[in-house]
């Protein structure tokens, strides 16, 4: 976002003042780079079937061991090894594919 600033000071500003604003903004867009680079580079990352773990889900089609769960308004196909029956909540312990393994 820096780095717009500079180019629109660049076009609006008159000489020098126009060179001087954007010779004052590039390091702070690198440093912004680079503060922006640290915070995410360390992140978990937030998609997939492996952020359902340990979340709860209601049983929707009955689990002897396979059926169907809805997790976050998402239908999910689940294998429950103990059985679980229609409306019962469920914990997300595992994943096999796209299938999760629910006690």
């Known amino acids: ?41 360390h992140r978990r990352p937030a998609a997939g079937a492996d952020t359902l773990i340990d979340r709860d889900a209601v049983v929707i089609a009955p689990c002897y061991p396979r059926g169907h769960v809805r997790l976050d308004g998402e239908i999910w196909d689940a294998r429950c090894d103990g059985g679980a029956n229609v409306g019962e909540s469920v914990r997300v312990v595992g994943r096999d594919g796209l299938t999760l393994i629910v006690v």
């Not at 604003?21 to 690198?30: Q, R």
């Open 1 to 41: 976002m820096l780095i717009l600033l500079g180019i629109a000071l660049l076009i609006v500003l008159a000489s020098p003042w126009n060179l001087i604003a954007f010779v004052v903004i590039v390091p702070l867009w690198f440093l912004e780079l680079f503060a922006w680079n640290r915070t995410v580079k």
